[in-house]
């Protein structure tokens, strides 16, 4: 008998592959470079919404175009029908071979780098590569799993991270003892370490925040390349694309919101390169402790974001051996 993908993804799973992809680390840390961009915590917000609405403008197209060709793959069927076998191969090798085992690959190293923070930096380089590595072999095997059993799996770190965030955003407003008068102040005087003077305020500044934000965004059509294993489809997968996106804008300008309503936006721009601001926040409310709650949590964004990723990747070197442009072995179910 033929063995087939099974349709395992009803909404709710599908919509979590979509937020746990997306909130990985970067709305924790973002926050300084986007002030030190645009100057101000009221153009950071503008950022993240002018951001959240062009990802939602993707969201609608790909949500159109995955109910019309619910296959997987993604984006690489999407060309295929659009413009030929070439371009679908070569997005489609790109994809495996580069961006997709290098976005696995890099996860994984930041997981494990927030494990050694955790454990007081204590691991050596070599051990870090070790662990590295053993991380994507268990996410691998967890992947191959049944698309039930990986939904389930996805739904549980996303409420986590939901919560997290959303418990962040509203800590602050209500545990810390900041002001709405910090909406009103400027960073043009921090220190901006790393952030290059060219890309602080005006256009070019503003250009930089909507980028960065974009970053953050980053991950939403990943649920596009397991489409083929989405329930019904034509309804599953836009309102799954369309809510995860209109979801994680919203938990976005939350957390964002709360940062700055917490801290002064001068304060946010003299952290650091590499520091988190979610952290600082963290470390006010609940002193000592929130450092290593906060590397806890970027341990836990970060697992889902691989987890996710690991999944959907996995599914473009299916497409192309099913459609004759990998090895046969690469399409075996």
């Known amino acids: 008998m033929k ?49 959240g609405v062009l990802t939602l403008g993707g969201a609608l197209t790909f949500a159109e175009l995955g109910a019309m060709m619910p296959r997987s793959g993604g984006q690489y069927n999407f060309i295929g029908a659009a413009f030929g076998r070439v ?37 050596s380089p070599l051990q870090i590569r070790l662990l590295t590595v053993g991380t994507i072999l268990a996410v ?18 996303t409420a986590l991270k939901v919560l997290l965030v959303t418990g962040i955003g509203v800590a602050a407003f209500l545990f810390s003892d900041g002001s709405w008068s910090h909406y009103s102040a400027s960073a043009a005087s921090g220190a901006c370490e790393g952030v290059a003077t060219g890309a602080r305020f005006g256009v070019a500044g503003f250009g930089a925040a909507v980028v960065g934000a974009l ?29 995860g996106s209109v979801l994680t804008i919203g938990l976005y300008l939350l957390i964002n919101a709360g940062y700055f309503y917490a801290l002064e936006p001068l304060l ?23 450092a290593s709650l906060m590397t806890v949590a970027m341990m836990l964004s970060s697992f889902g974001a691989l987890h996710s990723t690991s999944l959907a990747v996995a599914r473009m070197p299916f497409a192309m051996a099913r459609d004759g442009l990998l090895p046969r072995l690469f399409a075996t179910i």
């Open 3 to 51: 063995r087939s993908l099974v349709r395992g993804l009803t909404l709710i799973p599908a919509t979590a592959l979509i937020v746990t992809t997306v909130i990985g680390t970067g709305v924790f840390v973002k926050a300084r470079v986007m002030v030190c961009n645009v100057g101000t915590p009221w153009m950071v917000l503008l950022a993240y919404l002018v951001a």
């Open 87 to 123: 371009w679908a191969f070569l997005f489609g090798w790109m994809e495996t071979l580069v961006d997709g085992s290098a976005s696995v690959a890099a996860i994984a190293i930041v997981f494990i780098i927030f494990l050694n923070d955790l454990l007081g930096g204590t691991l």
């Open 140 to 157: 691998t095997l967890l992947t191959l799993a049944s698309m039930h059993t990986n939904g389930l799996l996805a739904t549980v770190v």
């Open 215 to 243: 970053w953050s965004y980053n991950g939403w059509a990943n649920v596009s390349f397991v489409a083929e294993e989405v329930r019904d489809p034509g309804r599953t997968l836009p309102r799954a694309l369309i809510g």
């Open 268 to 290: 946010v721009a003299n952290l650091p390169e590499g520091s988190s601001v979610a952290g600082l926040v963290l470390a006010r409310l609940l002193g000592a402790g929130g």
